[in-house]
């Protein structure tokens, strides 16, 4: 998503707040993708579930109405065949952009997910394609399938560059991993995540507790900014843990299974979580709890 917030005054950045994080950890058998998406809250969050058809994969995405008219943008997707893929932003740089290439539309991460069924394909379609010269979305996105295989893939000095997961575990949050020297200080999100992931246990609870640790929230203008929705796929399982405005103790799981058999259909994700419950009070940016600032009774 584009940021367009200024400082918030003398405190921190909004655009740190407006940035999401992803975790693949591929161990003790288990395969698990998570990730927080941080952002403006908003009611405007669908799980939106479409069966195979038409030679497309069967997919679950979390997605959001961007344009009206358009189809909604798949943010975090699974697919019928084992493969998850999130995104993060990253800093701006020119969008690399090849005009002999077939351009990626506004949809194109749920674009992957329909037609690739691992990251190997993914890998490809995502050379075999541009993005638009104005696509300017500045992202890296992180993919895993059934096979434990995953990958970042990046745009980044004028072409794609694909960073492959070293041990069982790879992180990003919002600096381009092919440059390591921007990832930020010791108390940035990036090091206080990383230092978990040695530890960490690979089974839902052992995400969540990471993605708590690099969760956001705060108050800009009289407006909720932070982690919108966090959530995990279960790859082994073939399901989604879903998290709402950082409730992360009262999640909705749901069988990709059993969701792609009821056919094509939209939960709006303020109907699943009608009265979320954060799991803190205070303010968290990309330095962790912010002193003496809570969330007011009312939220």
């Not at 690979?202 to 993605?211: D, E, K, N, R, Y």
């Not at 979320?276 to 939220?299: A, C």
Request: negative net charge; aromatic residues 8%; contains cysteine.
């Amino acid at each position: 998503m584009k940021i367009r917030n200024g400082l918030l005054a003398g405190l921190f950045t909004p655009m740190a707040l407006l940035a999401c994080s992803g975790i693949v950890l591929v161990k003790d058998g288990k395969i698990l993708l998570g990730g927080n998406n941080d952002t403006s809250y908003s009611d405007q969050l669908k799980l939106r579930v479409a069966p195979s058809h038409d030679d497309l994969g069967g997919r679950v995405c979390v997605s959001m109405d961007v344009v009206p008219g358009w189809t909604p943008v798949g943010l975090d997707c699974m697919n019928d065949r084992g493969l998850a893929i999130l995104h993060a932003n990253v800093p701006a740089a020119p969008t690399p952009y090849d005009p002999d290439k077939p351009q990626f539309r506004h949809n194109f991460l749920e674009k992957i997910v329909s037609e690739c069924a691992n990251v190997k394909q993914a890998v490809a379609i995502i050379q075999a394609y541009s993005l638009p010269a104005e696509h300017n979305a500045f992202i890296h996105i992180m993919m895993v399938d059934a096979s434990g295989d995953s990958a970042v893939v990046e745009w980044v000095d004028g072409g794609i560059k694909v960073i492959r997961r070293d041990g069982n575990a790879q992180f990003m949050t919002n600096h381009l991993l092919s440059k390591p020297e921007t990832a930020g200080g010791p108390k940035s999100r990036y090091a206080r995540g990383a230092s978990m992931v040695p530890a960490l246990e690979a089974t839902p609870p052992g995400i969540v507790s990471l993605l708590k640790e690099v969760s956001q929230g705060a108050i800009w203008k009289g407006r909720e900014v932070g982690t919108l929705h966090s959530n995990i796929w279960d790859i082994n399982e073939r399901k989604l843990y879903l998290y709402y405005k950082r409730d992360f103790d009262h999640p909705r799981v749901f069988s990709l299974n059993e969701e792609l058999a009821k056919g094509p259909h939209t939960i709006e994700l303020n109907d699943l979580f009608p009265n979320p419950l954060p799991f803190e009070t205070q303010w968290r940016d990309e330095n962790g709890p912010v002193p003496n600032h809570f969330f007011t009774s009312s939220r």
